[in-house]
């Protein structure tokens, strides 16, 4: 007997389902996009059991001819390639014609389609040992109908590993919702044991959209999100982004989309974490549904047998611009911006638009919105009275810093007279209101036209010192000093041979290395204000990022870190009683200044309180 034998049509299919058909969840999955595929505008899924015992799906896609139905239950038979060039560029979440040849291998699979008017339609279902095709005349407006029973019935071992009916239907339910997060015009009906679990009609426009997010997603995030909307000549980021102070212990509101597709990518989820990094308090995670779109030639999908994966091809560019994108949109969130709204009253979610084609590659700080704003550095003759506040306070200038490292002149200042505890009839409030009094010296209690403010004192001016050490370190640039003793480290060659390679990135941050042998490295110079950190570390972690990632941002955590606890001596301390014109100084430079909203730790620096909430607390109405 020989050793090497044919497999059987449906063992071959059934090995094939072991890649695609984990569980009912991932059946959803393939049949959703090939009716997406199809051009649906509608479509209903019925699922019984968690959709081990049923999963129907019916759409109103442009169906399938009688002569094509055989080949749909075949393996490796698409319409959406051809050939090699074919799959270099796929625009269609589907392409590799094995889905429902495998789904039909592990289940009672049958197909109806029509690709007329007429009512009059095909039906067809795979029999016997070798899947044989057999069609049947049924009747069936244009569309399609799937219809998979009794999943895993003749795989009891896989059917072993699905989990409780509730368990699945959650997976699949996922499923369900991301498909519907990004194809905003096609409307879904989700039924469970005869029960209708989403019923969402087509969104056409913003505010339709808005509604689906919130109706998937929960009314609170898109109460604490803004929406973005920024390109350049290849490259569109646009979406809901949650609110640093919107987020979670986990990262489950995480949606992110190309081209259409529900993707998780390393080079995403670096580029999130690093523009969320500044504002994000430690172990909770941002909520965002983006969408990027770019040339389809430009990322390959074909890199995993359930397309949740994706590889760009210029994975240094796509990260460049997801991080300055999402970095300047948090940056320009002020309280006027972030201030929560009601979810779908007569104003819409906050909006920010984009960046024009190109601006971003010229400089790194450009404003999101096409308005004038005032530039939080650049406030001419702006607060006056924090440098002489308090006599007791540690100076900024007292602060013992390494020889040649940042100063900055923290002191906020307002011209005196300028400012009162109310408005003058027909002026305007500010986001933030003006000042009432100081509550236990720690809070800032201020009136504003919606309500009441409370502001954390001492993280609002942290957050303000810190935005400007920040500044004043760009415009210096990073200075670095030879060692006395140059620092000799063992890495591989791969890690030397990058080293050399990219000499230039390493000096830009401060670094002078230089090779010594096919696995040494001697580190002669760097930057000065990092002259006791573990610079060998550091050297390794930046190596380590570049070569995963393509950049790093280890040279500006340790920075940030250091100019962090700069910030939080030199910034007003609690129990100091503020006088009026100092508290709305305060609140004037927070309006003023990027990323406001948060302290350096991540903490909000201030909570409103509308006046409905505040007749809520008194019964007001009732």
Known sequence: MAKINRLTPRLANQIAAGEVVERPASVVKELLENSLDAGASRLDIDVEEGGIKLIRIRDDGEGVAEDDLPLTIARHATSKIQELDDLEGVATLGFRGEALASISSVSRLSLTSSNNESGAGWKVQAEGRDMEAVVVAAAHTRGTTVEVRDLFFNTPARRKFLRQEKTEFSH???????LALSHFNVGFTLRHNQRVVHALKPALDEREEDRRVASLCGPSFIENAVRIDTQTDNLRLWGWLGLPTFSRSQAD?????????SVRDKVVNHAVRQAYQDVMYHGRHAAFVLYLELDPKGVDVNVHPTKHEVRFRESRQVHDFLFRSLHRAI???????????????????????GIEAGEFREQSRLPLQSSPRPNPYQVAESMQLYGKLHPERPDVDAIPLPAGALRVDTAITFPAGTLSAQPA??????????????????????QNRDGLVLVDMHAAHERITYERLKTSWDEEKIRSQPMLVPHSMAISSKEADFAEEH???FQRLGFELERMGPETLLIRQIPILLRSANVEQLVRDVLADVITHGSSDRIDAVLNELLAT????????????????EMNALLRDMEITERSGQCNHGRPTWVPMSLAELDKLFLRGR
């Open 331 to 353: 940056a320009e969130l002020t309280p006027a911006d972030a201030k929560p709204q009601p979810l779908l009253a007569a104003t819409t979610v906050p909006r920010v638009s």
């Open 566 to 581: 700069m910030a939080c001596h030199g910034s007003v301390r609690a129990n100091r009683k503020l006088t009026i014109p």
């Open 425 to 446: 009839d027909g002026d305007e409030f500010p986001p933030l209101g003006f000042a009432l009094a100081q509550l236990h010296g720690i809070y800032i209690l201020a």
């Open 253 to 261: 509101l995480q949606h992110f989309f190309v081209n259409g597709r």
């Open 172 to 178: 699949l339910e996922d499923v369900v919702k991301r």
């Open 503 to 505: 000499a230039e990135l």
